[in-house]
């Protein structure tokens, strides 16, 4: 079973930055689809940023050239870096994992973007 561990939230004011990191306890193997969702207050939970093997990545429409999501298979970790944020970015978010047909969630981290 593994299990992720965000980290790197935090209260930002608008136009800032943050980086969050994702960690897994095991090894993250190249082919695995890996991916940040975010839950802002009182809305459903969508997707960020997905990332695949040899590193292709998409977004979502609203956080193009602000959000890049990276990986770093050696250290089994995922970034999500997130600049010119807005306040409208406030939500918790949350790391994807896909494995063999099982998703796992880390336990996310609240980003707070203030006007």
């Known amino acids: 079973q593994v299990q992720l561990v965000e980290s790197g939230g935090g209260l930002v004011q608008a136009g800032g930055s943050l980086r969050l990191s994702c960690s897994a306890s095991?090894?993250?193997?190249?082919?695995?689809?890996m991916a940040w969702y975010r839950q802002p207050p009182g809305k459903q939970r969508e997707l960020v940023a997905v990332i695949r093997g040899r590193g292709s990545n998409n977004y979502a429409d609203s956080v193009k050239g602000r959000f890049t999501i990276s990986r770093d298979n050696s250290n089994n970790t995922v970034y999500l870096q997130m600049n010119s944020l807005k306040p409208e970015d406030t939500a918790v978010y949350y790391c994807?994992?896909?494995?063999?047909?099982?998703?796992?969630w880390g336990q996310g981290t609240q980003v707070t973007v203030s006007s």
């Open positions: 994807y994992l896909a494995r063999l047909g099982v998703v796992h």
């Open positions: 095991g090894r993250i193997f190249s082919g695995e689809v």
